[in-house]
């Protein structure tokens, strides 16, 4: 679900996955650095799809993803102007601005910005967004657990949270390429 986000797919339920593993976490069950490196893994590995998408299919991907995304024209156009004038920067702030990330991504590889740097930018940025979320939900699962006095049960409701996020992502999955997929008749 981390690869499909940080490859820009919009609507990932992450942070259902983000509650699950923090209630984990909270538990002792999962260590905080562990999760967190295997995310920002994930995110990467997720970023240099993007960036190879990018590379490969260049303005057609950049096109089709607006399209299905929802992403205005003005929208791609700003992306590709901030992409141009700030380079390496706007990789690391796309990660952050929803509207700009996946459009980030593509224009990077269309531009034929150098994969290490697009790297070098990336990592930071992956790290630091999946540390602020999965840390953010451990601090809000270890609250609870303290507030409501909770000690059983956890893993039982961090798996169904995360089971939970895993059909979402699919059912999100399933119905845009349904709603995508042009009629033949």
Known sequence: MLFLEGAGVPGMPCIALFLA?????????????GVVAVGAAAILAGNLAGYLVGRRVGVRALAWLARRAGYRRDQAERATRLFRRYGGLAILAGRWFLPLRAPTLVLAGQAGFPLPLFLLFSLPSAVGWVLAW???????????????????????????????????????????LVRHTPERG
């Open 21 to 33: 593993t923090g209630m984990l976490i909270a538990r002792g069950r999962l260590p905080l650095a």
């Open 134 to 176: 999965q840390y953010g939900a451990f601090a809000l699962a270890r609250g609870t657990f303290r507030w409501a006095g909770l000690a059983d049960d956890v893993e039982l409701l961090a798996g169904l949270l995360g089971l939970a996020a895993i059909l979402v992502a699919a059912g999100w999955l399933a119905w845009t």
